[in-house]
């Protein structure tokens, strides 16, 4: 567990390896969790993968909720922490919103990116009037109240059903983080579109997406990964919109390869 100043406010990460190691992750959280999401995928990956986690802006224990930002905020928090612990280059993997942040952190820094892996998100996600919805629904309720519609995108019902102990643990993870810090990361979302940056990714890619995933649906990935030239897209069986949660071993399976291809 360490924490960094990144522009000002306090960033939560950790760093497990070398930042100079030859097979090195950085991970990028979804709305509404923390960096301890990826923890499940790491008991698959083999031990000569480096990883560095962070909890993004207005999320986990890093700060900044209490004054509004935006994409590029969180895009330059990313950058700053990398060059923060060392790192000159790096397989950048994102979850949702962490995917958007790691296609912002090609475009403004596509000397840092080795590799991209996009996991269940796209170039923009969600409709506006959704997202403004959203906003609205916790300004008035709070997190709880929009917890167990939440739940049902990221998850399956065979996980709902099979897995009660860890749903109610990443219910509580979403609906514990700040309303602030999670109205602005909706507002940045809403507010990306990097549509027409997607044909200048010049970077091996590997887009995946949970076969039953709720927020960002299979079709919306795979248009997303037909626009990326050369790009690899796959499907997790099973699996809602956290397949390092819900489905571990199949992202590690996919995952593995890609980072040790030359
Ligand atoms: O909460 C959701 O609907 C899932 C999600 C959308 C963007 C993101 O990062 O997570």
Known sequence: MAFATINDIPVHYELLGEPDAKNLVVFSNSLGTDFRIWLPLFDE???????????????????????????ADLVDDLIALVEHVGIKRAVFCGLSVGGLICQGVWQKRPDMVKKLVLCDTAAKIGAPDAWNAR?????KD???????NVMERWFTADFHQERADDLAGYRLMMSRQAVAGYSSTCAAIRDTDFTNALAT?????????GDQDGSTPPE????????????????????????CVEQPEQLAALLQPFLKKA
């Open 201 to 209: 990714i010049s970077v091996p890619v590997l887009c995946v997406v």
């Open 142 to 148: 709070g997190l709880e109240s929009i917890a167990d």
């Open 45 to 71: 990956l083999s031990e000569d993968i480096s990883v560095l986690l962070y909890d993004s802006r207005g999320h986990g224990l890093t700060g900044g909720a209490d004054k509004p930002f935006g994409m």
């Open 220 to 243: 919306l990935v795979k248009a997303t990964a037909s626009a990326i030239p050369g790009a690899r897209f796959e499907t997790i069986e099973g699996c809602g919109h956290i397949p």
């Open 135 to 139: 906003i609205d629904a916790i300004a």
